[in-house]
């Protein structure tokens, strides 16, 4: 455009210019939406790490320890070279056909990648928006092995991460505040976040923290009842097991009651289960699993209307691969209408992304004894579930010496969720300083220590009790000592 | 659980099975949305692919030809070597240090390999929910470049490729019914689906087809008055460019007429610019540099107030990389409480794919002149450029030598969105196939050529116009000669 049309068009501009968009013209529903795992806390530690770049700092302590969230890679995880292995050769092909590499690559690794390259296509061109068919056949046969149940891969819809199916499941499900979705308290964020944007109503279930944060199945029926009384139909029940933030491992005997309510009152059931790799203590049964058991001993079909979306990702697991976003749902019971309008939302995104659909593969179907690849396999994938193991065993003890700190033993996922007794100074100080006294103490811990913990508030918490998420992933012993040795000093001073 | 058990609990249940949803419980706004590239014609044409797999099939044709979606490398497209090789050093950094590879891998991809991978670290950590803070300076120095005028880093946000950044934008802008969308007709649907989802108003505005598809200000300012009399308030105004379907690319006076109505209005801009490097005929120049330009010539602040929202995408140009799911949006002019609601949005579903922030950097700083990479990248991108505009010439002629055919010359973008006219018998026979005409004659065209197109109806036209949108990305010419032949017979039967 030349200078003088450029000023013309600004001369005879003779409007009054409108005012920007503030806040408060927004989606109300996207404004009340909150995450924590992502929010004051960690924001604050971000800025403390921007501090401690510049080397003539004053902060008492040399880096910040992000055990605010389940992001492994980030501090010491490796990733399992297998993997990584294959999706290398699946970006650049032609590294299967190099003469330098020819007989330094595995058998069945080369085998695997010329398969999925064969089955996938090029990682660059969109799948089909379900997800390639080849992995999810994989992850049916998976999820057979694992239940001892036949799946189909027809019920499987690959997904961009567990979030992404939560946000498609959640957006179908709501017709606003008079639909209700049973959800656990403590929960992880997102479904508080995913439910205010979607403007429906949040049903919580107190998990039984005294009984290792059980399900009563009675409080269920009470809070269904309550809430059909009061014109809020519920839709959904959401399960997280094992439990984020509570690590806890649901029985089956637990998991059978939960379905008897969810087929009584035609409750979709949610099953986060992204955690099911990650298990120190019990075993973990799936939701379907239980399902099927219950459905095969039914012959009066009470079961057989029981509608479950299970969930699992690449992010968690022995895998860690966060920012591949690679997951997948499986949706079983459900009409084939509903089916078709959650294919609908899948393929107005297009496509998860299609590297992470082969991580999947990858993660459901590692390699097997035998295998070239099986030994470095093995030895990776269980020296870093034995290290959380160690970790969650070393924090969980630290908790157990603190004064005034109460802890389960850790049985799943990635992280603990400790109780802590605050005092009535605690709570003059935080109240002074515009926070809840477990985001004080959050608050207070990060400056001290550099540790970035969530506050129980951010997760729901029965009221007056207050509790800190802390992951168990972050490195060496010297950030649970200096925890012990500031959570000393901070009840000394608010005593 | 024992089989005990499980028969007590079974025979325990004791209630009337409640019923399963049903697609009218759902949410009516998800119930709304439409989205033909992936609709009925494409439905379609993949159960004819699996016909096709039986040898014995009886189809007039030996494979489908997907012109349905501009999804270059599940075509012919090759991916280019250069994205693809740093992309496999990222997942598997040991092949930098490979001694079998020392020598052969050229000096440029080893040092910039390196580069990414210490700045953005692991590929499968979560990156921070804008995107890694390397790539966003690398977006705001090609940006700078680009328009001439500086971008900053804090504008920029990665996303999964560009649909994510439309659903936020549109998320966090539709308050329902009352709140106005500007978007063109034809449109990407992209547009109707996800305002269909948020329950907001879209208020179409008319591209001139017989003007190469330009936009009438004072038409937008029509719209725009009897909206507001109407009660629903203008918020947003959509613009494709290069468009899509129309291919058409528009110049910087439009864009500067738009910007006038836009800060008269106080309307949010969104450019769609992912096809900014598929251009043919003329000159791309982003909405962001006549802003830039208007702003520089207006000593009276009347554009100052513009907020604008840029889009681009890692899954067209010559990248061609849709199935990693990399993209960025630039936000100029938005109110920091405005961004933080944003920045909130985004980091609900944690991260964008982290490969594909990657191939974003790549994309936007490719090998220069002088590096080892350069002349092979040079050589591969050209040659895609040239095929390209080979067959939308290829295309656009066999259209113009068609009966009844007319069809803008292909300017950008990926498609061709030809005018047919269509006659009354065809009009009967759709009806009585209870199908629109448009999408009959894409129908007919599948059925006896197996080349996939969607009909002008996805998109939107003017009443009693008809238009069907093909990509030219498929490879020779034969389907053109064949869609020739069928298009001849197609209007004999229905003269």
């Known amino acids: 455009m030349t200078s003088e049309s450029l000023k013309k068009v600004v001369e005879s501009s003779s409007f009054e210019p409108a005012a920007r968009l503030v806040a408060s013209d927004l989606n109300p529903h996207a404004l009340n939406a909150k995450y924590a795992v992502r929010g004051r806390i960690p924001t604050k530690a971000e800025e403390l790490r921007t501090r401690l770049a510049n080397e003539s700092h004053s902060l008492p302590f040399n880096k910040i320890i992000s055990a605010n969230i389940g992001n492994p890679q980030q501090l010491d995880q490796k990733p399992l070279t297998f993997y990584r292995q294959v999706l290398a050769m699946l970006q650049y092909p032609e590294l299967m056909e190099n003469p330098r590499l020819k007989d330094s690559i595995p058998s069945d690794l080369l085998a695997r990648s010329k398969e999925l390259l064969d089955n996938i296509g090029s990682v660059g061109a969109y799948?089909?928006?379900?997800?390639?068919?080849?992995?999810?056949?994989?992850?049916?046969?998976?999820?057979?092995?694992?239940?001892?149940?036949?799946?189909?891969?027809?019920?499987?819809?690959?997904?961009?991460?567990?979030?992404?199916?939560?946000?498609?499941?959640?957006?179908?499900?709501?017709?606003?505040?008079?639909?209700?979705?049973?959800?656990?308290?403590?929960?992880?964020?997102?479904?508080?976040?995913?439910?205010a944007l979607n403007n429906a109503t949040a049903l919580p279930y107190y998990l039984n923290e005294t009984d290792d944060w059980s399900i009563d199945a009675k409080e269920l029926v009470k809070i269904i009842e309550d809430s059909k009384a009061k014109g809020v139909e519920?839709?959904?029940?959401?399960?997280?097991?094992?439990?984020?933030?509570?690590?806890?491992?649901?029985?089956?005997?637990?998991?059978?009651?939960?379905?008897?309510?969810?087929?009584?009152?035609?409750?979709?059931?949610?099953?986060?289960?992204?955690?099911?790799?990650?298990?120190?203590?019990?075993?973990?049964?799936?939701?379907?699993?239980?399902?099927?058991?219950?459905?095969?001993?039914?012959?009066q079909g009470k079961y057989s209307n029981v509608q479950?979306?299970?969930?699992?990702?690449?992010?968690?697991?022995?895998?860690?691969?966060?920012?591949?976003?690679?997951?997948?749902?499986?949706?079983?019971?459900?009409?084939?209408?509903?089916?078709?309008?959650?294919?609908?939302?899948?393929?107005?995104?297009?496509?998860?992304?299609?590297?992470?659909?082969?991580?999947?593969?990858?993660?459901?179907?590692?390699?097997?004894?035998?295998?070239?690849?099986?030994?470095?396999?093995?030895?990776?994938?269980?020296?870093?579930?034995?290290?959380?193991?160690?970790?969650?065993?070393?924090?969980f003890e630290a908790f157990s010496e603190m004064e005034g700190v109460s802890c389960q033993q850790p049985e799943g996922a990635m992280y603990l969720f400790p109780n802590i007794s605050l005092s009535e100074k605690v709570y003059a100080k935080a109240e002074e300083q515009g926070?809840?006294?477990?985001?004080?103490?959050?608050?207070?811990?990060?400056?001290?220590?550099?540790?970035?913990?969530?506050?129980?508030?951010?997760?729901?918490?029965?009221?007056?009790?207050?509790?800190?998420?802390?992951?168990?992933?972050?490195?060496?012993?010297?950030?649970?000592?200096?925890?012990?040795?500031?959570?000393?000093?901070?009840?000394?001073?608010?005593?």
């Open 234 to 299: 519920p839709r959904c029940l959401v399960v997280i097991n094992p439990g984020n933030p509570t690590g806890a491992i649901l029985k089956p005997e637990a998991i059978a009651e939960l379905l008897a309510v969810a087929a009584k009152y035609g409750l979709v059931v949610i099953a986060d289960e992204v955690y099911q790799e990650n298990i120190f203590r019990g075993e973990f049964v799936s939701v379907r699993k239980v399902l099927c058991q219950l459905q095969e001993n039914d012959t």
């Open 435 to 495: 926070m809840e006294p477990d985001e004080f103490y959050c608050s207070e811990l990060l400056d001290n220590t550099g540790i970035c913990s969530v506050p129980g508030s951010g997760f729901g918490q029965v009221e007056g009790s207050w509790h800190v998420r802390t992951t168990f992933l972050a490195p060496g012993t010297e950030w649970i000592e200096s925890w012990k040795q500031f959570h000393a000093k901070f009840m000394d001073t608010y005593r």
């Open 308 to 395: 479950l979306a299970s969930l699992h990702s690449t992010s968690k697991g022995i895998s860690g691969e966060c920012g591949q976003r690679g997951g997948y749902m499986e949706l079983i019971g459900f009409e084939d209408s509903v089916r078709a309008q959650l294919m609908k939302l899948a393929s107005i995104s297009l496509c998860p992304p299609v590297t992470g659909q082969a991580l999947v593969e990858l993660m459901i179907n590692p390699p097997k004894k035998g295998d070239a690849s099986y030994e470095l396999y093995e030895k990776e994938s269980s020296s870093i579930h034995k290290a959380l193991a160690e970790r969650s065993k070393a924090l």
């Open 127 to 195: 799948s089909h928006s379900q997800g390639v068919e080849y992995v999810r056949n994989s992850v049916a046969k998976f999820i057979s092995k694992r239940d001892g149940y036949e799946a189909s891969p027809d019920d499987i819809f690959l997904t961009a991460g567990a979030s992404t199916a939560v946000s498609y499941l959640l957006g179908l499900m709501s017709l606003g505040p008079k639909t209700g979705f049973l959800i656990p308290i403590p929960q992880y964020p997102l479904y508080t976040a995913s439910l």
